[in-house]
């Protein structure tokens, strides 16, 4: 059963300590992450967990950090520099968390209000928040957790430039509205799911527990995400991983534009290659994963958790 206060982990555990592990270690590293992380056991607990969501909403507790006992020696195989310009990215991509939520209240209201306020929270009719939700509430625990890792590995605070969001773009059809957000949601899910990874597979001690909370939580919304969509749209895995891999590739796209501190670095290193491989590996790895979890998520048995599907009942609040 399902913990929140717990999530799927104890202990870290990628291994091995090894001071600099090659190409392959960091492989062995990142696939007993993955088996650790994303056990089948722990992804269908985080989805059977989203209909109690619903009834009584409840976030997962982090387990405590002891921040000071964060340090440079706990990176791994990697040089530093580029280690911290990827924490660095994370601190930007993370926020600004309201933005989002509100971006996915808007998409889901009109279908799914229970998800709705799972994501985005509850409203008052002018407008003004009445309840923060659960995802949300999560969510914006990443960017100042990963603020703190940076602080603590180099001695400064970061001043991190935040995200542009889009915002609802209403095309006059719900579902389908819903059906392209719900799989731009699980691109960034998977996204930060793989990377938080790769830097676990790339640190020891308090510096990797640290790294597995936020982790934790991207790993209980992507297997939510995915099965949720699966259930109200009738997807394939097949048509779920197209679908997210092209918001993905735009993802990718947008943060390359944005010349992001970690982009910068990652042009300029002859490590460049490895880390790329390393990083190809560990998404390829994820989505493996997903897709043999996926196989036991039969249309009835998510019938039988998440009920007969919603009646659309507006366009887009935007
Ligand atoms: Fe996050
Ligand atoms: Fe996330």
């Not at 206060?5 to 492989?27: E, K, L, M, W």
């Not at 002891?66 to 020696?73: E, L, P, V």
């Not at 890792?149 to 969001?165: A, D, M, R």
């Not at 990377?195 to 934790?216: D, F, K, N, R």
């Amino acid at each position: 059963m399902f913990d929140p206060s717990i999530g799927c982990d104890a202990v870290g555990f990628a291994g091995t300590v090894t001071h600099s592990p090659n190409y392959f270690q960091s492989r062995t590293r990142i696939n007993r992450l993955i088996d650790r992380y994303l056990s089948i056991d722990c992804l269908s607990d985080c989805l059977s967990d989203l209909p109690s969501q619903f009834i009584q909403p409840h976030q997962r507790h982090w387990n405590p950090i002891h921040w000071q006992a964060i340090d440079r020696n706990q990176i791994i195989g990697i040089d530093p520099e580029i280690f911290l310009s990827v924490v660095a990215s994370a601190v930007e991509i993370e926020a600004p968390i309201r933005a989002y939520a509100k971006e996915s209240w808007d998409y889901l209201q009109a279908v799914h209000p229970q998800m709705a306020s799972f994501m985005g929270g509850t409203f008052t009719e002018q407008g003004q928040t009445r309840t923060v939700g659960i995802w949300e509430k999560e969510e914006r625990q990443h960017a100042p957790a990963f603020g703190k890792i940076y602080q603590q590995l180099t001695g400064e605070k970061l001043q991190p430039k935040p995200n542009t969001v889009q915002g609802c773009q209403s095309m006059d059809d719900p579902w389908s509205d819903l059906n392209y957000h719900v799989l731009s949601r699980i691109a960034t899910e998977w996204s930060a799911t793989s990377v938080y990874l790769w830097l676990m597979a790339h640190s020891t001690g308090e510096l990797q527990q640290a790294i597995a909370q936020p982790l934790i939580d991207e790993v209980n919304h992507l297997a939510k995400f995915w099965g949720f969509s699966r259930w109200l749209f009738d997807t394939s895995y097949q048509q779920q991983l197209q679908g997210s891999a092209q918001h993905l590739v735009s993802l990718l796209q947008h943060h390359q534009d944005e010349r992001s501190h970690a982009n910068s670095l990652l042009r300029l290193n002859r490590d460049t290659l490895i880390y790329s491989l390393e990083l190809t590996f560990t998404f390829t790895r994820v989505m493996v994963r997903l897709h043999r979890w996926n196989q036991e998520l039969s249309y009835s048995y998510l019938r039988h958790l998440l009920g007969s599907e919603p009646v659309p009942v507006t366009q887009c609040v935007a």
